[in-house]
């Protein structure tokens, strides 16, 4: 029995049925008893209305949910069916036809229209509660409209933890769910899958708040939300909503192309059309528990121990070697492999160049006690690095009169490396030394816009919860703090640490040099390649900011900012290339100043390939003969050692030469190894020009590249192939090396073509 005079609910409950039993028939509103699952037709017009009530009762712990179904065979526009939905703490509100608008204004209209009604859930003080729902019928319509009406109580309307559910939905008829956070559950991963691309869908998270919006042109008005084609993946942390319950959205759109669909041409212009049989879609949804925090600290964890277990690698590989090393200096065995802790050749560097030899060789005639540098390379005091305006870069050679035309030297069938390292060794090493320099500036300059832009884009999709600005592998994020997918950001570690230990690395290799040249190590000045580590240190700086910039990069992944991941993808294969280069080539490679120049080139043509790239004809031609006419530019400059002179009047030298050489006197090419790698070369970098020409790849950014590693490959085997022709060991520390990177890259290239998400 109720108490303090307020009437039992039950009571309340008879005296409404009571008068909408006694209210007859009245046409100017008097509600109706209405019984779920009971379809209701009838007419309505500009007179006549009707007003249906349908009661039940919902007890404590139980979410009710009711869906009403109307329909109507008018396809008049200038009288719709109006239908309205009074609830305890709500009013719902449509029209029949309902209209949808697309693209270009089109418009789609629906006689059949499905909502469910915002649930209410009794709380336990309140105990059991009876709830009851009208629902008008109306329009202003001079003349008689048919409609019908079906009010239903949904039976699975609360989602259940790993438990697939399967219903369908078309944009008329949109459909939504309830779950509720179990106790031992923090955060939940909604995944949703689908046989079919199309239609387009829309998955919404939305706090429990009435009205639900679950119509196309309101679904992105609250929560968080993602368009989906065949598979959609939502990460829900309980702290986000604190009555830790939330609804699930599914709404269908009326047009694809907002999944990367076209217009049907069926519908093109703007006579209304009915389109909703076509788009309906069978949808599948599971809500599974995700990761727990202890699996985060699990993973950081492992990450970082995995990484240092590099540098606990290096410490004891160094404290081994100085070990060696002391032990054969006390008993006066040390041998050239020794001493700077660098690997060296068992002949001196010689100035003279016997014909007969391979091109790079070393001189093998003389012996330690023979011919050794001349004056540039042994005068200047040992491992001075000093600055001084003598020791400016300069193009102009300090040796003898007699050896200082590089035409002469640089051009001749057979090369030795003493031909092209004779200028002074602290000239060449500052010039190497600028590669850091320049990289350290440039990657500030760069990295600091690109942080502050993708701060803001995450800022922006936390703000709107729109999900479609980043392209994540959704099944896999993990959100941590503000960042979506942490794990994405975490995996860049390994760059950075990596990165960082390859500089101390060079850096000790460097003071181990600089040691050796200060006490006049005859190994050190006389045998082996060149020793300049600016390169290296450019190396090691480039692959800590290709960390950095990929995690920046998968804040928030897109097409746009996909350059961010590439950039010093670029800088590292070519810096690689250079290095390669200059180990044989210490006078002749290109100067900071150029290469750093080149690099921007390539990254603003990568700009302008992710604006026009995509469908732009104009663009390809363009960029396929930048291709080519930069390949044989380089090439020849490759193939005269640097004397073939690079300026607007190179083109018609070339084909001069090619004229002389190959058609009025067909003779075999000078520098015949050369020949053979530029001329591979230059095919593959033609297939790639044409390839791009023909089939215009939507990545313009993993297009370049490409590009770079497989030029960069190709070099690598044309210095591995010329060391074994030139009777040159391939050593077992570096040849495990080469298989070591061949299986990573292997095991990198299939993950990088899974293609698990995209930009589509």
Same mark, same amino acid.
């Given at each position: ?58 007890? %404590?712990?139980? /979410? *009710?949910? $009711?869906?009403?179904? &109307?329909? !109507? ?7 719709? +069916? ?99 956070? %179990?106790?031992? /559950? *923090?955060? $939940?991963?909604?995944? &949703?899958? !689908? ?7 829309? +998955? ?120 060696? +090393? ?435």
């Amino acid at each position: 029995m109720a108490s303090g005079g307020t009437p039992a609910p039950g009571a309340l409950l008879c005296a409404l049925l009571w008068a909408v039993a006694t209210a007859g028939d009245d046409p100017g509103g008097s509600p109706l008893p209405g019984a779920f699952g009971r379809v209701y037709r009838g007419t309505v017009n500009i007179n006549a209305e009707r007003v249906y009530a349908f009661a039940y009762s919902s007890e %404590p712990g139980q /979410v *009710d949910a $009711v869906r009403v179904y &109307v329909n !109507s065979s008018s396809e008049n526009l200038q009288y719709p +069916v109006l239908f309205v939905v009074r609830q305890q703490k709500g009013v719902l509100s449509w029209q029949v036809p309902l209209i949808f608008r697309g693209l270009y204004q089109r418009t789609y209209n629906y006689q059949e229209v499905s909502r469910t009604l915002c649930p209410s859930e009794p709380t336990p003080e309140m105990g059991p509660s009876d709830q009851i729902i009208f629902v008008d019928v109306a329009s202003m319509a001079p003349f008689d409209i048919a409609y019908e009406l079906l009010v239903t109580r949904l039976k699975n309307f609360q989602l259940e933890t790993n438990k697939a559910f399967n219903f369908t939905a078309s944009p008329s008829q949109p459909q939504y769910f309830l779950y509720k956070f %179990p106790q031992d /559950v *923090d955060s $939940v991963i909604i995944k &949703v899958v !689908s046989d079919a691309v199309y239609p387009c869908s829309v +998955v919404s998270v939305q706090d429990i708040v009435c009205p639900v919006y679950d119509l196309d042109h309101n679904v992105e008005f609250n929560g968080v939300y993602q368009s989906m084609t065949k598979q959609a993946a939502i990460t829900v942390q309980r702290k986000d909503f604190p009555g830790e319950q939330f609804f699930v959205v599914f709404v269908i759109k009326p047009e694809d192309y907002a999944c990367g669909g076209s217009v049907p041409s069926s519908i093109h212009g703007n006579v209304n059309r009915t389109w909703n049989l076509q788009r309906t879609k069978t949808l599948q949804v599971m809500i599974v528990p995700s990761i727990k925090k202890s699996v985060y600290v699990q993973a950081m964890f492992f990450s970082f121990l995995s990484f240092l277990s590099f540098y606990l690698g290096s410490v004891v590989v160094a404290f081994v070697h100085y070990i060696r +090393v002391r032990r054969k200096a006390s008993a006066g065995r040390l041998s050239p492999e020794d001493g700077s802790g660098i690997m060296a050749s068992s002949h001196p560097i010689t100035a003279s160049t016997p014909e007969g030899s391979s091109y790079g060789a070393i001189d093998e005639s003389s012996s330690s006690g023979g011919h050794q540098l001349s004056s540039p390379e042994r005068g200047p005091p040992a491992g001075s690095d000093t600055d001084s305006s003598v020791e400016e870069e300069s193009d102009f050679d300090t040796m003898p009169e007699i050896e200082s035309d590089k035409n002469v030297i640089r051009t001749k069938v057979f090369l030795y490396l003493s031909d092209l390292s004779r200028k002074d060794r602290r000239i060449v090493s500052k010039k190497y030394k600028i590669y850091f320099w320049n990289i350290i500036t440039i990657a500030v300059f760069y990295a600091l816009p690109v942080i502050q832009l993708v701060i803001t884009y995450q800022t922006v999709v936390n703000v709107t919860g729109n999900q479609d600005i980043c392209y994540y592998n959704f099944l896999c994020a993990h959100p941590l703090g503000v960042l979506s997918a942490f794990n994405n950001i975490l995996s860049n570690v390994g760059h950075m640490l990596l990165g960082f230990l390859f500089l101390l690395i060079v850096l000790r290799r460097d003071i181990l040099h600089r040691r050796a040249m200060e006490i006049k190590d005859v190994y050190t000045l006389d045998y082996g390649i060149p020793k300049h580590f600016g390169l290296f240190y450019a190396m090691g700086i480039a692959l800590m900011m290709e960390g950095v910039l990929s995690a920046c990069y998968h804040v928030c992944p897109n097409y746009s900012n996909f350059q961010f991941d590439t950039s010093f993808m670029y800088m590292i294969a070519g810096l690689c290339m250079l290095k390669l280069y200059q180990t044989r080539h210490p006078d002749i490679n290109a100067s900071a100043y150029s290469a750093y120049a080149s690099f921007a080139v390539v990254i603003c043509l990568a700009v302008l390939g992710v604006v026009f790239g995509k469908n732009d004809m104009w663009f390809w031609v363009i960029f396929s003969m930048i291709h080519v006419l930069a390949s044989l530019a380089l090439s020849t400059q490759i193939y005269y050692m640097g004397r073939f002179k690079i300026d607007l009047g190179i083109f018609r030298r070339a084909a001069m030469v090619l004229y002389t050489d190959c058609i009025q006197q067909c003779s075999r090419p000078m520098y015949m190894d050369r020949m053979v790698l530029l001329i591979v070369g230059n095919l593959v970098n033609w297939s790639f020009a044409i390839f791009g020409l023909l089939y215009r790849p939507r990545d313009f950014a993993s297009y370049i590249l490409g590009i770079f590693i497989c030029n960069l490959l190709l070099y690598l085997a044309f210095y591995i192939i010329m060391k074994l022709r030139s009777s040159e060991k391939l050593l077992p520390i570096p040849m495990f090396c080469i298989m070591a990177t061949a299986v990573v890259w292997a095991a990198a290239l299939y993950f990088f073509f899974q293609n698990l998400s995209s930009w589509e």
